[in-house]
């Protein structure tokens, strides 16, 4: 799965689903091309130097992708077999690093209660 489809699948059409799973490579890749996508609109507008548009926008991307970053959090944590209320261990300083190792850890490989693994995360038994 590359950027792009990951970035599509987080912040289109998976945006408010939490009842499933999604890889390290949907966790990583699509906030890297999110943190990309903003730097390159505060560019623009910097350029254009139209300030009153950009405070919109930046409001509006905010929430976007707050949204996103919930919903494909909890999904990271199903994905490890964990339930989306672990995220709550991010309020302390010993939870963010659990949650950080959560989210560097592979994906199940078979089907938890969140579903079925997805295909690129699949590793073959050769």
């Keep these: 799965m ?3 489809n990951s970035f599509k699948l987080v912040y289109f059409e998976e945006l ?29 507008f910097f350029i254009l130097g ?7 926008l930046d409001l509006l991307t905010t929430v ?4 996103a970053t919930i919903t494909v959090s909890i999904r990271r944590m199903h994905d490890v077999g964990k ?24 994906s199940e490989q078979g089907a ?4 079925n693994p997805r295909e690129h995360t699949l590793e073959s038994a050769e």
């Design 83 to 106: 339930s989306g209320w672990v995220l709550l261990w991010y309020f302390t300083i010993v939870g963010a690093i659990y949650i950080l190792v959560l989210a560097l850890t592979s």
């Design 16 to 44: 408010f689903k939490v009842s499933s799973r999604s890889s390290r490579w949907e966790y990583w890749g699509s906030g890297l091309l999110f943190l990309l996508f903003n730097i390159l609109i505060y560019v623009i």
């Design 50 to 56: 139209t300030y009153d548009s950009l405070i919109i």
């Design 112 to 115: 938890n209660k969140w579903g």
């Design 64 to 67: 976007w992708g707050l949204i």
């Design 2 to 4: 590359g950027f792009w």
